[in-house]
């Protein structure tokens, strides 16, 4: 059945490819890495369509003397997908799936396809696509085959070279040929390679194919007359050095009609490791294993209550590394009986077994908790780059493999070497398979640092060649490992890899430096000395980064969730597919200008202000990004030092400043009805606009005709009960007071105490998102001052506005980590849902509004993981609230009305809330916290017939289960 789906933008012409090439420093600084420690600026970079335009760019490269790298998802560990001369990105656009064939179990794909992608293409058919490394949202297949990729389920449908059928790829020299069992398309071709297969048949049996995770090197081994002379195989983990692949048919498995889990938990990682081997058998489809110290990492970066569903592990003797240690059992069956028995039979054996005891299990089918138990060791890959205390850890030596009946042995020697070198690493990985992953805290920004990393590594792959394993076991050795070989094969194999290279690519020009003549393993690493050239002190305390924002950005090792389609983030990247709008190019684009060579002129880098610009500021990164990574606050301390000696933007003082503009209103009786008035007239509305730097095609906020803090004057407050403070934010305070009027009576109604602070007070958002950082510190010192006794840490404040609630929570200890005052607030702050739900069932003054109800979760609201109380209080209501997935509205604050913002904007609004909004009964409450998301909603429903649909705050809804006692 074809798939092919139109081109996703017009033809172009693949003679002339010049004009198409990016060269822009900002492209360039997007692909200077990928997942690895290495940095390579590249001469240009090019997105093709066609196999007519990669043939063109080969010939480019030619001609101008450039070498070639390609890369789909940029999610290489081994810096395989980086080089100085031509990139060749087949993510973007060479990405279609161009047939399934159901029968012969078979697709056709160009190499661009993501492998979620063509696993959901499948899926209708019963079948799946077997290799699923857990970049499996956002790695591309054809980078998959190039590193032969693996994951999890290799147990039971091996490596990318096990379910490669065939092969279309282009040599340098633009001729087609095709790969496949029994040969290629080319004669001459072929006689090359039977004769250096005759010739190194004695080494290619004793040396290759020793077990199924012995990826480093070529693969030989596939082009034995036994193995059926199979090209296409041997192709695969050849990391971008012989040809380019233009297309793929791989084989396709069926689903398992049962599935179930079995975690079972260890005394230690190295129990793990050990029972491992004994996990091999007929329907047990993975084997993973996990040390202790991940599930701190977790805990670290997404709270306490992560991994609460993983079994416990006892605790050992042996000190840091005896924090537990767990396998991940998936069992597959032909009925989800059969799939439950297995997990439960593996469960009973390692109980009663003597060697190697569980302490702990647990066995799930259900599919969330299945999935639930998978986020925790598939969030692995980015954890780690952080330790538990907060240092940093680096991959390279992060993919070796062995037997797995040896890897106990191995796992525990290579931890005897990371104590002899003074360091430290957290493993995971495909135990049943023997293979290893680790981030280890290499010190890569001095000289003694860079000196141990060597001696590790010289090391470390004679440890591993000793128990008779590999460098890589599925990540390919790129520019972390080519240089090791020698360490694990003879002279007269790297001979003949050399060869093997020279008979597709006899000139060189594909991905130079990797496995053959392969560069040092410390040439150009990335966070190594000089990269802090252009570093300066954030205003930001940056605890967790130790006070620097290089640090902070270096949390970015490239693992590439911000390119997943389906996550929230990040946003404009899922709109504009550009490797530049993600948050890892940003990254990338901030860690070149600290260094200072690609921008030297530092912050004042109109380049990097360009590539931060689409950064919405929702946030979503610093709670699903594995490690972090806050670009919103790195877009503020750039702001703050790009503006530091120039104009800024109108906007940023329209909107930045808009609290003291508001208020300035509402001190004049009857201005803010003139003002709405005079808004009203088309013209007039957007001259102002103009004026004020906004987009004029949005639609122009209106004031409240009064102000909530005065209207408060005269509402009712109960002098008994527990006191909370009910937080007057400027966009409830002064231009949506239903909300806050509805919220105090709601907070009253539920015999709440409550107290409205008088005054000016603000929590500085306004002028963080536009990077005017000092003016935002003065604004919350003087709202520390104002409040007064009521900054006491304890007395509940409950904020309306989400991005309010996270600036007080989080960004204001930062701003003002010298005053105690601002954590004790903190400490304080609450949501509406919270208090509600924290109410003593005996106050409960809501008659239940049966029904179903749509959720826009606000990015703030999210990233803080404050929904939970919502949701709970939706449900006492009877409401059967459906959420969102997308994450932001589009709208993002003053994001969305700024100039050249407001088409995205609308983009993506339509990616997924305004199409549910359309589609609900009108009766259906939309419910969206945030002022913005309620703008959004208004002004993306304005134009739809029918009745017009709004937004309802939490507290609006209350009001109405209020309205029917």
């Not at 039977?194 to 004793?206: K, Y």
Request: glycine share 10%.
């Amino acid at each position: 059945m074809s798939t092919d789906a139109p081109s996703p933008r017009l033809p172009q012409d693949p003679q002339d490819i010049t004009s198409r090439l990016r060269t822009d420093r900002a492209a360039l600084g997007a692909y200077v890495s990928d997942a690895s420690i290495f940095r390579r600026v590249p001469s240009a970079v090019f997105e093709p369509e066609s196999v007519d335009d990669i043939k063109a760019a080969l010939d480019h490269a030619r001609e101008h003397g450039l070498s070639v790298t390609m890369r789909g998802g940029g999610t290489s560990v081994a810096g395989n997908a980086i080089g100085d001369g031509l990139v060749i990105d087949t993510s973007r656009y060479f990405n279609r799936i161009l047939e399934i064939d159901p029968e012969g179990r078979t697709a056709r794909i160009q190499p661009g396809v993501v492998c979620d992608a063509l696993r959901a293409a499948a899926a209708p058919y019963g079948l799946t696509y077997g290799p699923d490394p857990s970049t499996h949202s956002r790695c591309t297949v054809g980078g998959m085959i190039a590193n032969n990729a693996c994951g999890s389920h290799s147990l039971a449908w091996g490596t990318a070279a096990d379910n490669v059928v065939e092969l279309t790829i282009m040599r340098p020299d633009g001729d087609l040929v095709t790969l496949r069992r029994g040969g290629t398309s080319d004669p001459k071709l072929d006689e090359a390679l039977r004769a250096l297969r005759d010739e190194g048949l004695a080494l290619i049996r004793t040396e290759l194919g020793r077990f199924p995770r012995q990826v480093s090197g070529f693969g030989l081994h596939h082009l034995l007359q036994e193995n059926g002379f199979d090209t296409a195989k041997a192709f695969a983990g050849s990391e971008g050095v012989l040809g380019v692949i233009v297309e793929a048919v791989v084989r396709l498995v069926p689903v398992p009609q049962g599935k179930a889990l079995a975690v079972l938990a260890f005394p230690s990682v190295f129990d793990a490791a050990g029972a491992a081997p004994m996990t091999r058998r007929a329907g047990v489809a993975t084997s993973e294993g996990m040390g202790g110290d991940l599930l701190d990492a977790l805990r670290r970066s997404q709270g306490e209550e992560a991994g609460t569903s993983l079994p416990g592990g006892a605790a050992g003797a042996d000190g840091r590394r005896a924090a537990g240690g767990w396998l991940y059992c998936e069992t597959v069956g032909d009925s989800q009986e059969e799939a439950e028995r297995i997990a439960n039979e593996l469960v009973a054996e390692f109980t009663a077994h003597g060697e190697h005891p569980i302490v702990d299990s647990v066995v799930v089918a259900d599919p969330s908790a299945m999935r639930e138990l998978w986020r925790i060791r598939e969030a692995s890959a980015g954890l780690v780059t952080r330790l538990p205390d907060g240092g940093e850890a680096w991959p390279s030596w992060e993919d070796s493999a062995v037997p797995p009946e040896n890897l106990a042995a191995y796992l525990r020697d290579l931890y005897a070497l990371l104590d002899d070198c003074g360091l430290r690493g957290i493993p995971f990985g495909h135990f049943g398979e023997g293979c290893v992953h680790i981030r280890i805290s290499f010190d890569l920004g001095s000289e003694p640092g860079l000196a141990v990393f060597r001696d590790f590594m010289r090391s470390a792959a004679e440890l591993v060649a000793g128990h008779g394993g590999s460098l890589s076991g599925e990540h390919g050795d790129g520019r972390a490992r080519s240089a090791l070989l020698p360490a694990m094969y003879s002279p007269a194999m790297l001979d003949l890899f050399r060869r093997f290279k020279s008979a597709f690519d006899p000139s060189g020009l594909l991905n130079p430096g990797v496995l053959v003549d392969p560069e040092p393993v410390d040439q150009g690493i990335r966070p190594a000395p000089g990269q802090r050239a252009k570093e300066f002190i954030p205003v930001h305390a940056l605890t967790k980064d130790r006070g620097s924002l290089v640090n902070a950005v270096n949390r970015c090792v490239g693992v590439g969730l911000c390119r997943s389609p389906d996550d929230a983030m990040c946003p404009s990247f899922q709109i504009t597919g550009d490797e530049v709008h993600s948050t890892r190019g940003r990254a990338r684009l901030l860690s070149e200008m600290f260094r200072g060579d690609l921008f030297p002129e530092g912050t004042d880098s109109e380049d990097v202000k360009e590539a931060l610009d689409l950064c919405l500021s929702c946030r979503a990164c610093a709670s699903e990004c594995p490690v972090n990574v806050d670009m919103a606050t790195y877009k503020s301390e750039f702001l703050h030092q790009h503006y530091s000696q120039r104009r800024r933007p109108m906007a940023h003082y329209s909107m930045g400043w808009l609290p003291v503009t508001a208020r300035l209103v509402h001190h004049v009786p009857g201005l803010a009805g003139l003002i709405n008035a005079a808004l009203r007239l088309g013209p007039v509305e957007r001259l102002v606009m103009t004026l004020g730097g906004v987009d004029p095609s949005r639609s122009m906020i209106t004031f409240s005709l009064h102000s909530f803090q005065s209207a408060a004057r005269q509402l009712r407050r109960r002098d008994t009960g527990p006191r909370v403070i009910l937080w007057p934010d400027s966009f409830t305070n002064h231009l949506d007071t239903e909300v806050a009027e509805d919220a105090h009576e709601v907070l009253t109604a539920l015999g709440y105490d409550v107290i409205v602070p008088r005054g000016f007070v603000c929590c500085g958002l306004t002028w963080h998102s536009t990077g005017q950082l000092r003016q935002a510190e003065r604004i919350v010192r003087h709202t520390l001052d104002t409040l007064g006794d009521l900054v006491d840490g304890q007395t509940p404040l409950v904020v309306l506005e989400p991005s309010c609630a996270t600036m007080l929570a989080e960004e204001a200890p930062q701003l003002l980590a010298d005053d105690r005052r601002a954590s004790l607030l903190a400490d304080q702050v609450t949501t509406l849902a919270q208090a509600v739900d924290a109410a003593p069932d005996q106050s409960w003054p809501f008659t239940p509004l049966e029904g179903p109800a749509l959720s826009q979760v606000h990015c703030h609201e999210r990233s803080r993981r404050a929904h939970g109380s919502t949701a709970r209080v939706l449900e006492r209501l009877g409401i059967q609230e459906d959420t969102i997935q997308t994450g932001c509205c589009g709208m993002a604050g003053n994001w969305g009305f700024e100039p050249g913002h407001a088409e995205m904007s609308r983009q993506l609004g339509e990616r997924e809330l305004m199409p549910r909004i359309r589609e609900t009964d009108p009766e259906t409450p939309v419910l969206a916290d945030g002022f913005s998301c309620r703008t959004q909603i208004k002004e993306g429903m304005s134009e739809d017939p029918g009745p017009r649909r709004r937004g309802l705050h939490l507290a609006q809804l209350l009001r109405r289960a209020l309205r029917t006692v």
